[in-house]
T-cell receptor, first 112, second 115 residues
Framework: AQTVTQSQPEMSVQEAETVTLSCTYD???????LFWYKQPPSRQMILVIR??????QNATENRFSVNFQKAAKSFSLKISDSQLGDAAMYFC?????????FGKGTRLHILP | GAGVSQSPSNKVTEKGKDVELRCDPI?????LYWYRQSLGQGLEFLIY????????KSGLPSDRFSAERTGGSVSTLTIQRTQQEDSAVYLC?????????????FGPGTRLTVL
């Protein structure tokens, strides 16, 4: 069965610094997608970035980028130049043929 | 366009009562998901609807939980004989269809408190 693990329940970063959130997963499928979602304190979850397993190039969206290591089943999120608005819960998610699975989340605090 | 909406935003009920939570997905989205988010936990999958297909109910925690989706649009999650452990935020999400690459669009959630 597929699993998604986020080993860091909470993290803090100084404003303008860079932070990396970890995510590992387990699957026997060869084609799948991985996502990072952000849930700000107002609760509405939004997509941050997605990565197709077949693409070797790491996805990038402005200040957000991923480090996708398929063999290691690792999918970390890097946030550069952290801003106060980045404070949120971040969820890693796996989407395969069968189902979508979310990790337990990492709460990110931004220190001014 | 309008996003996913959920009502009520907050619901307080007494143990043993039934509750109904409503989700209005984005118009045209055929896939609809319900999740439960408890404090300190991730998103627990409950149920998934795709068009006119039979729903995937594999995540429902007990037979007190049920959901329906009328006309391929609005969905209602019903919890019968609520228990204190049912207290959580219930999130609904929709997507254009269930394919691996589609993102899910989430509603704001309903915070359920069972006293």
């Amino acid at each position: 069965a597929q699993t998604v693990t986020q080993s860091q329940p909470e993290m803090s970063v100084q404003e303008a610094e860079t932070v990396t959130l970890s995510c590992t997963y387990d699957t026997s499928e060869s084609d799948y997608y991985l996502f990072w979602y952000k849930q700000p304190p107002s609760r509405q979850m939004i997509l941050v970035i997605r990565q197709e397993a077949y693409k070797q190039q790491n996805a990038t969206e402005n200040r957000f980028s991923v480090n996708f290591q398929k063999a290691a089943k690792s999918f970390s999120l890097k946030i550069s130049d952290s801003q106060l608005g980045d404070a949120a819960m971040y969820f890693c998610a796996y989407s395969g043929d069968d189902k979508i699975i979310f990790g337990k989340g990492t709460r990110l605090h931004i220190l001014p | 366009g309008a996003g996913v909406s959920q009502s009520p935003s907050n619901k307080v009920t007494e143990k043993g009562k039934d509750v109904e939570l409503r989700c209005d997905p984005i118009s045209g989205h055929t896939a609809l998901y319900w999740y439960r988010q408890s404090l300190g936990q991730g998103l627990e999958f409950l149920i998934y609807f795709q068009g006119n297909s039979a729903p995937d109910k594999s995540g429902l925690p007990s037979d007190r939980f049920s959901a329906e989706r009328t006309g391929g649009s609005v969905s209602t999650l019903t919890i019968q004989r609520t228990q204190q452990e049912d207290s959580a935020v219930y999130l609904c999400a929709s997507s254009p269809e269930r394919v691996v690459y589609n993102e899910q669009f989430f509603g704001p959630g309903t915070r359920l408190t069972v006293l």
